[in-house]
T-cell receptor, first 112, second 115 residues
Framework: GDSVTQMEGPVTLSEEAFLTINCTYT??????LFWYVQYPGEGLQLLLK?????DKGSNKGFEATYRKETTSFHLEKGSVQVSDSAVYFC???????????FGKGTKLSVKP | GAVVSQHPSWVICKSGTSVKIECRSL??????MFWYRQFPKQSLMLMAT?????????EQGVEKDKFLINHASLTLSTLTVTSAHPEDSSFYIC???????????FGPGTRLTVL
């Protein structure tokens, strides 16, 4: 079945460092791809999405490009801030009920 | 954006008791709600899909008699863990949305600990 694999954390960076969180997927068909973020004590929020190959999703300085040839959707940010500390989930729209299929999540901690 | 609430945010109960978790869409109507379960350092795993006015659709391996889901209105779905046991301890998350996937909104989750 469809699945998502993302790099295990935790990831600890200093403020203004470059961030990459790797995400690869396996899927039949052509799913949409998502990054969700969960700040401490809050629900998951959609960070960005891409619906077809070569699409780039972007939001709040984060970017991810839908790469069909490498089945990847890596999350990047050029300069992280302390406020970016959260858990990041990669997901795809592959569920039989219209649900999302998630990776395990990657915890990011940004130190001042 | 739209807000989904869950109540309680955490609960501790004795083995054998039942626990009800509520999921509410506060400012929109949700025809479909999803219930996920998350173990430490694991993915969110779909447990069931709750559709307003009809029976829930359970994923393979999820006991429908143990995890009772009711979606009686367009703003409320409830998950009742019946006769809870320590292995049911987990983080339960609901999401609510309409027809488009990018309009799924997630609740903050409920931490259940069964002693």
């Amino acid at each position: 079945g469809d699945s998502v694999t993302q790099m295990e954390g935790p990831v600890t960076l200093s403020e203004e460092a470059f961030l990459t969180i790797n995400c690869t997927y396996t899927a039949t068909g052509y799913p949409s791809l998502f990054w969700y973020v969960q700040y401490p004590g809050e629900g998951l929020q959609l960070l960005l999405k891409a619906t077809k190959a070569d699409d780039k999703g972007s939001n709040k300085g984060f970017e991810a490009t839908y790469r069909k040839e490498t089945t990847s959707f890596h999350l990047e940010k050029g300069s992280v801030q302390v406020s970016d500390s959260a858990v990041y989930f990669c997901a795809l729209s592959g569920g039989s009920q219209g649900n999302l299929i998630f990776g395990k999540g990657t915890k990011l901690s940004v130190k001042p | 954006g739209a807000v989904v609430s869950q109540h309680p945010s955490w609960v501790i109960c004795k083995s054998g008791t039942s626990v009800k978790i509520e999921c509410r869409s506060l400012d929109f109507q949700a025809t479909t709600m999803f219930w996920y379960r998350q173990f430490p350092k694991q993915s969110l795993m779909l447990m069931a899909t709750s559709n307003e006015g009809s029976k829930a659709t359970y994923e393979q391996g999820v006991e429908k008699d143990k995890f009772l889901i009711n979606h009686a209105s367009l703003t409320l779905s409830t998950l009742t863990v019946t006769s809870a046991h320590p292995e049911d301890s987990s983080f339960y998350i609901c999401s609510a949305g309409g027809g488009s996937l990018d309009t799924q909104y997630f609740g903050p989750g409920t931490r259940l600990t069964v002693l």
